[in-house]
């Protein structure tokens, strides 16, 4: 599989980083030696109660090599991370590993020099490591991928059965979905129920992302956004009909995608393969209900990538583990030798049995995934989890957080009806000329 991609700490924080943070010096150069132990290293994580990921990696490092510990450092979730942790760097006080979590400050880190080259490392994970290609800047690579999460459609076959509405098979394009959408609002809208076809969150990636991944020639930093125009008309044209909550009622009554398909309110949802655990979760709680549901390929823009026999385009971010540029020397193989087990098969199979997508999708994390009680378990919901070429959804470069930044006002507006679709696109292309260039 194909799997590429990458939003900001800001002009202010790049500098800061830039001032304060290390070179890297003798410590880049360091080789993949073998850790001498006994060490302990440590790992910035977020969450650490609700978030069993990071801990899991250390625990199954750990197990494998009894002489490195890894410790982990808790920041605040969402946001916050990212301007917790940049503090932190800036201070000299940040751990030696630490989660690029959003990758559009990826290259913030890089450039303030807090990352350190870890080529090396890279250069010993399988090719077909997700994300890992894009990466690289100027031929060298400063974070590893060690999930890597793609967007599928998720859809409930008890809701489907009830409208007798044929379930996806693999072939949809937007249209097909679009029809689907419709005629599941209108049998629930006449058995008297509130639910809808489908539910799209709030979010710009899940009308920009799918855009610029499956449309021919699109590029964020072209200037050029007229992409984006089709995946805009068919959003609205769902909410005016009725198939989709609208944006208004989405971010007023602050509604979230697990509730809504959780609790049976939408028969479809486009979201990452992030929701498998969580939704698995979820219905072993009580949270969600109890259905029978399945995963298929996102629908695709032409026929030509639809279908099993095809590989479908769709998008996802990797999340990158780097190494602290400021690490004590001592401290660097061991570091080293802890992103490689991350990143390779061992630290895959320790993420997939509870039920996170690692970035190296191999036969044993295939077949760990579904074994977990509660996930389908269909040809389908294998091929949708399997088989896709994920493109990014913020490529690396200098102005893709800027750039984002816009899109995401246009987002909003579009959305909300404060303006055309053209007229919103046509505002965001003069943004981008004029304030980033």
């Given at each position: 599989?194909?799997?590429?991609?990458?939003?900001?700490?800001?002009?202010?924080?790049?500098?800061?980083?830039?001032?304060?943070?290390?070179?890297?010096?003798?410590?880049?150069?360091?080789?993949?030696?073998?850790?001498?132990?006994?060490?302990?290293?440590?790992?910035?994580?977020?969450?650490?109660?609700?978030?069993?990921?990071?801990?899991?990696?250390?625990?199954?490092?750990?197990?494998?090599?009894?002489?490195?510990?890894?410790?982990?450092?808790?920041?605040?979730?969402?946001?916050?991370?990212?301007?917790?942790l940049t503090a932190d760097l800036a201070a000299g006080t940040a751990p030696d590993v630490f989660i690029v979590k959003n990758l559009k400050n990826y290259i913030t880190f890089q450039a303030?020099?807090?990352?350190?080259?870890?080529?090396?490392?890279?250069?010993?994970?399988?090719?077909?490591?997700?994300?890992?290609?894009?990466?690289?800047?100027?031929?060298?690579?400063?974070?590893?991928?060690?999930?890597?999460?793609?967007?599928?459609?998720?859809?409930?076959?008890?809701?489907?059965?009830?409208?007798?509405?044929?379930?996806?098979?693999?072939?949809?394009?937007?249209?097909?979905?679009?029809?689907?959408?419709?005629?599941?609002?209108?049998?629930?809208?006449?058995?008297?129920?509130?639910?809808?076809?489908?539910?799209?969150?709030?979010?710009?990636?899940?009308?920009?992302?799918?855009?610029?991944?499956?449309?021919?020639?699109?590029?964020?930093?072209?200037?050029?956004?007229?992409?984006?125009?089709?995946?805009?008309?068919?959003?609205?044209?769902?909410?005016?009909?009725?198939?989709?909550?609208?944006?208004?009622?989405?971010?007023?009554?602050?509604?979230?995608?697990?509730?809504?398909?959780?609790?049976?309110?939408?028969?479809?949802?486009?979201?990452?393969?992030?929701?498998?655990?969580?939704?698995?979760?979820?219905?072993?709680?009580?949270?969600?209900?109890?259905?029978?549901?399945?995963?298929?390929?996102?629908?695709?823009?032409?026929?030509?990538?639809?279908?099993?026999?095809?590989?479908?385009?769709?998008?996802?971010?990797?999340?990158?583990?780097?190494?602290?540029?400021?690490?004590?020397?001592?401290?660097?193989?061991?570091?080293?030798?802890?992103?490689?087990?991350?990143?390779?098969?061992?630290?895959?199979?320790?993420?997939?049995?509870?039920?996170?997508?690692?970035?190296?999708?191999?036969?044993?994390?295939?077949?760990?995934?579904?074994?977990?009680?509660?996930?389908?378990?269909?040809?389908?919901?294998?091929?949708?989890?399997?088989?896709?070429?994920t493109l990014p959804e913020n490529p690396v470069g200098e102005k893709t957080a800027a750039i984002q930044t816009i899109l995401g006002e246009t987002h909003t507006a579009i959305m909300s009806?404060?303006?055309?679709?053209?007229?919103?696109?046509?505002?965001?292309?003069?943004?981008?000329?004029?304030?980033?260039?």
């Amino acid at each position: 599989m194909n799997r590429k991609i990458m939003t900001a700490v800001g002009t202010a924080a790049a500098v800061t980083l830039a001032l304060t943070a290390c070179s890297g010096g003798a410590a880049g150069d360091a080789a993949t030696e073998e850790p001498a132990g006994p060490v302990t290293i440590s790992m910035a994580g977020w969450d650490l109660a609700a978030v069993p990921e990071f801990q899991t990696l250390a625990d199954a490092y750990h197990a494998a090599n009894p002489d490195v510990t890894v410790e982990l450092k808790e920041y605040p979730a969402g946001n916050d991370y990212d301007t917790a942790l940049t503090a932190d760097l800036a201070a000299g006080t940040a751990p030696d590993v630490f989660i690029v979590k959003n990758l559009k400050n990826y290259i913030t880190f890089q450039a303030g020099g807090t990352l350190l080259d870890i080529s090396d490392v890279a250069a010993e994970l399988d090719p077909a490591t997700g994300g890992l290609e894009a990466m690289a800047i100027d031929g060298a690579t400063y974070a590893v991928p060690y999930r890597q999460d793609s967007w599928v459609l998720y859809y409930n076959k008890d809701l489907f059965a009830q409208a007798g509405v044929a379930e996806p098979d693999g072939s949809w394009t937007w249209e097909d979905y679009d029809k689907a959408a419709v005629a599941l609002s209108a049998a629930f809208k006449a058995a008297g129920s509130t639910a809808t076809g489908t539910y799209q969150h709030g979010w710009q990636s899940v009308v920009q992302g799918f855009a610029l991944a499956q449309s021919d020639g699109a590029s964020l930093d072209s200037g050029d956004y007229s992409y984006l125009e089709p995946f805009y008309e068919q959003a609205i044209a769902l909410q005016d009909g009725g198939a989709q909550p609208t944006y208004a009622t989405v971010t007023t009554n602050k509604l979230t995608y697990q509730a809504q398909f959780g609790t049976q309110q939408s028969a479809m949802l486009p979201m990452g393969s992030w929701y498998i655990a969580t939704l698995v979760k979820q219905q072993a709680s009580g949270e969600a209900n109890a259905f029978e549901w399945g995963i298929a390929p996102i629908p695709q823009l032409e026929s030509s990538t639809a279908g099993v026999d095809n590989t479908p385009v769709t998008f996802g971010d990797p999340t990158t583990m780097g190494i602290n540029s400021a690490i004590d020397e001592a401290k660097v193989a061991a570091a080293k030798d802890f992103l490689a087990f991350a990143a390779g098969p061992e630290g895959a199979a320790a993420l997939a049995a509870i039920g996170i997508t690692p970035a190296l999708i191999d036969d044993t994390v295939t077949e760990t995934i579904f074994r977990l009680e509660g996930v389908p378990t269909d040809d389908l919901s294998k091929f949708a989890y399997t088989t896709h070429e994920t493109l990014p959804e913020n490529p690396v470069g200098e102005k893709t957080a800027a750039i984002q930044t816009i899109l995401g006002e246009t987002h909003t507006a579009i959305m909300s009806g404060s303006v055309p679709v053209a007229d919103g696109i046509a505002e965001a292309e003069e943004r981008v000329a004029n304030e980033v260039g």
